[in-house]
């Protein structure tokens, strides 16, 4: 058993085998190079989306003038008058000369702080586009909701004010609809209120819109299912009806399910912005794509807003794995946004439904203390698989062994040794990318375990063995060092397939099923820690994260991060949050778990469960209030 070096981008043309060549870089970049963008189609892409994070005092117009526009792609939104003075975020396409040109005493090293990969594949790579072809929109006043999520039945009744719109723009931001690229971003397909109303006018019958004819001319497929997250989500955020599940107003005694009135708040009239996310990025729930999407949607919410409208936008969608101490680079995007535009805008994001997915562990190691993680990779899983182990800085003597299913223990790679293991061919099935530092958090650093699919149709592709991949940890230098190990989201949402969630296992976690099996126990040595298991985008500083409870029967939601903290006494990382800012409702009861709210079609009603229906129900409350 042994590693191999890591080889030669062919897009970035970075030898990662190079001592330090993978410092400050996003680890996810290195993998894809490694395995030829096999997890994103095996194409290797003309053009490269990426979030960037510029240094202090660099403005984005800045550091586009130092570039070149056969290299460097900013979408004009980020230098038009809707993003904020000061903004220092921004995405871009870029192509393999946008690599040579940040490297030491080159035009851009001083300028880019940190950049992450984004979603490469589809169309974003094979260009950057036009700066849109939609011209000049109305910009919306007064109070807006935002939100960005997917499947947004926006021809629902629900969404609708005497038959009109109340969606009074919607950007799909994949390639496949129908409508003009929105000015400033220059790709997807915008939709205005006029454009849905004629829609609708037109393929109405006996005064009855036929929604299903709606969506099938904007080529909104998502739409034919019966239910849709992002619907579901929206009526709670935004639609007529309001869950009468206030504590106050609920009888004594109460214990049925929720009750709902008709609306009479600003929330159940107000204008819509909708979001749609790239499919592409719905189906990679590991979040690996969604910096880019989510921050060009942040900055396509604003160009679309008066300077004094405020503005509340939700997102329900989240990642497992990151630094959680609001570090990353959308998390602090985010911050900065909020930040630069004082009180007008807020965003609220779900704390996540990982509570019980055995996707977290943490452990603290003295001088020559170790510990090993079994972590299950499942088999037919055709989606690749990732393991973050975070490290506080200075944590320097922290070495790590991975034992593949049915082999042999590869040797063990310390701080700043990146290598991959190729089994028998020559395509990696596993990567450890160990950087000195990385661009996906900015506190002490992330040894990135990375696995290939465990099944595939193609005979070509490349597949990692299933089973218990053991990965030792080992503390050689003199100090105690906290670790925080996440496997990333790879299960799947509605509509899609292919994923299979990895997890740690241990003996020793309680997994009964009795009534205190459900949260952490100090005296129970398990290194799989329900604590921790929190959205990994919803941990900024300035953004307000919102847990799931119960309206009858014990508190919390099981799914859901719990506060106060039952594993607080736990040594942690600095600045690591593991419990949400607020919580509402997200389960009736412990045998009707989930809420109802709108299906796709009108008149429709779905079950959804997760603390992504808990975010809409603070994000009206919050709305209502300003």
């Not at 009744?157 to 994949?174: C, E, I, N, P």
């Not at 709670?236 to 009479?264: H, K, N, V």
């Not at 929330?267 to 969604?290: E, N, P, W």
Request: charged share 20%.
């Amino acid at each position: 058993m042994t590693w191999h070096k890591l080889p030669k981008g062919g897009f970035t043309g970075i030898d990662w085998a190079k001592p330090d060549a993978t410092s400050g870089f996003d680890p996810y970049l290195v993998w894809a190079e490694a395995g030829c963008f096999a997890g994103y189609g095996g194409t290797q892409p003309k053009w490269l989306p990426v979030a960037i994070e510029l240094s202090p005092g660099v403005s984005i117009a800045q550091f586009i003038g130092a570039a070149s526009p056969q290299w460097l792609h900013v979408p004009p939104v980020y230098t038009s008058s809707a993003a904020p003075v000061g903004l220092r975020y921004c995405t871009a396409r870029v192509k393999p000369a946008f690599f040579k040109h940040i490297q030491p005493g080159r035009s851009l090293h001083a300028l880019v702080k940190r950049l992450e990969l984004g979603l490469a594949a589809g169309p974003h790579t094979d260009g950057p586009g036009s700066g849109g072809t939609g011209g000049p929109q109305p910009l919306l006043k007064g109070k807006v909701m935002a939100l960005i999520d997917d499947g947004l039945a926006f021809a629902n009744a629900s969404f609708l004010h005497k038959g009109k719109a109340r969606t009074r723009y919607f950007w799909r931001q994949d390639g496949k609809g129908v409508g003009q690229s929105p000015a400033g971003l220059g790709y997807g397909h915008e939709l205005t209120a006029a454009v849905i109303n004629q829609a609708m006018q037109q393929r109405s019958y006996n005064g009855l819109v036929h929604e299903h004819e709606v969506y099938r001319h904007f080529k909104l497929r998502a739409l034919e299912n019966r239910a849709n997250h992002g619907t579901h989500v929206m009526d709670l955020a935004c639609g007529p009806r309001t869950m009468m599940a206030q504590m106050a107003d609920l009888p004594p005694g109460f214990d049925g399910p929720a009750s709902w009135a008709m609306a009479d708040d600003d929330a159940s009239r107000c204008d819509i912005i909708a979001v749609q996310l790239d499919y592409d990025t719905v189906a990679d729930t590991s979040g690996g794509s969604m910096n880019v999407h989510v921050l060009d949607g942040l900055m396509y919410v604003l160009s679309r807003c008066a300077h004094d409208a405020k503005i509340v936008t939700n997102i329900s969608f989240g990642t497992l794995a990151g630094p959680h101490d609001g570090s990353s680079l959308l998390e602090a995007a985010m911050d900065q946004l909020i930040t630069l535009c004082g009180q007008r805008l807020q965003i609220v994001l779900a704390a996540g439904n990982s509570y019980q997915e055995r996707t977290h562990a943490n452990v603290t190691l003295a001088k020559n203390e170790h510990a090993v993680l079994h972590w299950r990779g499942q088999p037919d899983d055709s989606t690749e698989n990732f393991l973050e182990l975070w490290l506080p800085p200075q944590a320097h003597g922290i070495r790590v062994e991975i034992t593949p299913p049915g082999h042999a223990a590869l040797p063990a790679l310390g701080f700043g040794e990146s290598r991959m293991w190729t089994g028998n061919g020559t395509q990696p099935l596993c990567a450890l990318i160990y950087p000195k530092s990385v661009a996906t958090g900015t506190h002490g650093t992330c040894a990135l375990v990375a696995l290939a699919p465990t099944f595939s149709f193609d005979k070509d592709t490349a597949t990692a063995p299933s089973g218990v991949w053991q990965i030792k940890l080992t503390n050689s230098l003199p100090g105690k060092v906290t670790i925080d190990a996440y496997v990333e989201r790879d299960d799947v949402v509605i509509g899609t397939r292919g994923g299979r969630q990895s997890h740690f296992e241990d003996k020793l976690y309680d997994m009964s099923g009795n009534p205190d099996s459900f949260v952490d126990h100090p005296n129970n040595p398990t290194l799989i820690r329900r604590s921790g298991n929190f959205n990994s985008i919803a941990t900024g500083r300035k953004t307000v994260s919102v847990g799931g409870t119960r309206i009858t029967g014990s508190h919390w939601a099981l799914y859901s991060p719990q506060k106060p903290d039952p594993d607080a006494g736990r040594p942690e990382r600095p600045g690591v949050v593991k419990i949400a800012r607020t919580a509402a409702f997200s389960d009736e009861n412990p045998a009707m778990t989930g809420l109802r709210a709108a299906g796709t079609y009108s008149g429709s009603v779905v079950r959804l469960k997760g603390t992504s229906d808990a975010a809409p129900q603070e994000t009206r409350r919050i709305f209502n209030a300003m």
